[in-house]
T-cell receptor, first 115, second 113 residues
Framework: NAGVTQTPKFRILKIGQSMTLQCTQDMNHNYMYWYRQDPGMGLKLIYY???????DKGEVPNGYNVSRSTTEDFPLRLELAAPSQTSVYFC??????????????FGPGTRLTVL | DQQVKQNSPSLSVQEGRISILNCDYT??????FLWYKKYPAEGPTFLIS?????DKNEDGRFTVFLNKSAKHLSLHIVPSQPGDSAVYFCAANSSGANSKLTFGKGITLSVRP
């Protein structure tokens, strides 16, 4: 299994441009998440999905959109890029079980700079 | 409003000694706690976890201690190795929250040979 893959690895955007960060997992996980990590900060949840066709906002959703048309893919869309969106973006997935918590598996991240 | 706090941004220890990484939380609804390890240019990877019904969980060189009354947990690494040099994130979850995690800012651990 490749696990969680993210593309691109790096991207520089101009203010006002748009882009889609791709995330794919091959572990048949129902749950998927998007986080951003700013320098010196922890990961903050942007959006999450508990299954195909179901998405919900996390802690910092403004300026982003997501869709979940398949179990495998969970793209993150930036419509009007702003310098405040300069960050490293991580996608993660997990499989729900009867336990209290389900380990999240992370992709390698996308480093985005908005100038 | 930081619900998970890692107040020390960095820690440096000698190889072979013990590393103690601390984490505090404020939300009483948290009932599951995890430590993730992150190397540069990689995503975080799960290290060890503990449920609120326990006060200790051990996995090889890694032990996590939970003090619920103090809302405090710590990660002990014994003995520390240079390969342990990484950023360590404390994270917390409450049951029924769709496994959403709340992360601390992370601690950069450097293990000196």
């Amino acid at each position: 299994n490749a696990g969680v893959t993210q593309t691109p690895k790096f991207r520089i955007l101009k203010i006002g441009q748009s882009m889609t960060l791709q995330c794919t997992q091959d572990m048949n996980h129902n749950y998927m998440y998007w986080y951003r990590q700013d320098p010196g900060m922890g990961l903050k949840l942007i959006y999450y999905s508990v299954g195909a066709g179901i998405t919900d906002k996390g802690e910092v959703p403004n300026g982003y959109n997501v869709s979940r048309s398949t179990t495998e893919d969970f793209p993150l869309r930036l419509e009007l890029a702003a310098p405040s969106q300069t960050s490293v973006y991580f996608c993660a997935s997990s499989y729900p079980t009867s336990s209290a918590y389900n380990e999240q598996f992370f992709g390698p991240g996308t480093r985005l700079t908005v100038l | 409003d930081q619900q998970v706090k890692q107040n020390s941004p960095s820690l440096s220890v000698q190889e072979g000694r013990i590393s103690i990484l601390n984490c505090d939380y404020t939300n009483s609804m948290f009932d599951y706690f995890l430590w993730y390890k992150k190397y540069p240019a990689e995503g975080p990877t799960f290290l060890i976890s503990i449920s609120s019904i326990k006060d200790k969980n051990e996995d090889g060189r890694f032990t996590v201690f939970l003090n619920k009354s103090a809302k405090h947990l710590s990660l002990h690494i014994v003995p520390s190795q240079p390969g342990d040099s990484a950023v360590y994130f404390c994270a917390a979850n409450s049951s029924g929250a769709n496994s959403k995690l709340t992360f601390g800012k992370g601690i950069t651990l450097s293990v000196r040979p």
